[in-house]
T-cell receptor, first 111, second 117 residues
Framework: AQSVTQPDIHITVSEGASLELRCNYS??????LFWYVQSPGQGLQLLLK??????LVQGIKGFEAEFKRSQSSFNLRKPSVHWSDAAEYFC?????????FGTGTRLQVFP | GAVVSQHPSRVICKSGTSVKIECRSL??????MFWYRQFPKQSLMLMAT?????????EQGVEKDKFLINHASLTLSTLTVTSAHPEDSSFYIC?????????????FGPGTRLTVL
């Protein structure tokens, strides 16, 4: 069955510190992978996506993610976190139909 | 571009009443719209997929008679929660895709917080 696992429910980092949010997926075919961010009261905003090609994907707001097929992972990274990055982050996978979301990781940023 | 709006942003209703939530694609034509439900501290769960001019396709376990979806035009889909009960209280999010868009290329609305008393 298709699934997405985000092992970390809640992560706290200091402003300026580096960040890595983990995502593992289970999908029978070549997946399309996404990271979304959800701020309180707002809809999901696409940070980046992987379809094919270079396994290191650059996104908006300084985020990047690396697709590792051997590990079935698509971890999100940012070298230096800003206070405005505090939000809920969702990893998602699809083939050609519906998106399947992970349970999300809540990021808290301390000054 | 590619903005999706929802109305209302939050609604409180009494148990037994019906509530309609609108989802609009403001600057593009959306052949397909999706409705999700998000419980507190949980992921988005797809409820149904609606294509303009045809009946919605509901996910397993979603009561189609309770959650009525209408996609009458390429820019508007509505979700009506009929005879709402407190357990229907949730955050409802819609999304829309462009015709011929990338797989998973959904644009999400800001969500509607439904509280049933």
């Amino acid at each position: 069955a298709q699934s997405v696992t985000q092992p970390d429910i809640h992560i706290t980092v200091s402003e300026g510190a580096s960040l890595e949010l983990r995502c593992n997926y289970s999908y029978g075919a070549t997946p399309y992978l996404f990271w979304y961010v959800q701020s309180p009261g707002q809809g999901l905003q696409l940070l980046l996506k992987y379809f094919s090609g270079d396994t290191l994907v650059q996104g908006i707001k300084g985020f990047e993610a690396e697709f590792k097929r051997s590990q079935s992972s698509f971890n999100l990274r940012k070298p230096s976190v800003h206070w405005s990055d505090a939000a809920e982050y969702f990893c998602a996978v699809t083939g050609t139909d519906k998106l399947i979301f992970g349970t999300g990781t809540r990021l808290q940023v301390f000054p | 571009g590619a903005v999706v709006s929802q109305h209302p942003s939050r609604v409180i209703c009494k148990s037994g009443t019906s509530v309609k939530i609108e989802c609009r694609s403001l600057d593009f034509q959306a052949t397909t719209m999706f409705w999700y439900r998000q419980f507190p501290k949980q992921s988005l769960m797809l409820m149904a997929t609606s294509n303009e001019g045809s009946k919605a396709t509901y996910e397993q376990g979603v009561e189609k008679d309770k959650f009525l979806i209408n996609h009458a035009s390429l820019t508007l889909s509505t979700l009506t929660v009929t005879s709402a009960h407190p357990e229907d209280s949730s955050f409802y999010i819609c999304s829309a895709t462009l015709a011929g868009g990338d797989p998973g290329g959904e644009f999400f609305g800001p969500g509607t917080r439904l509280t049933v008393l």
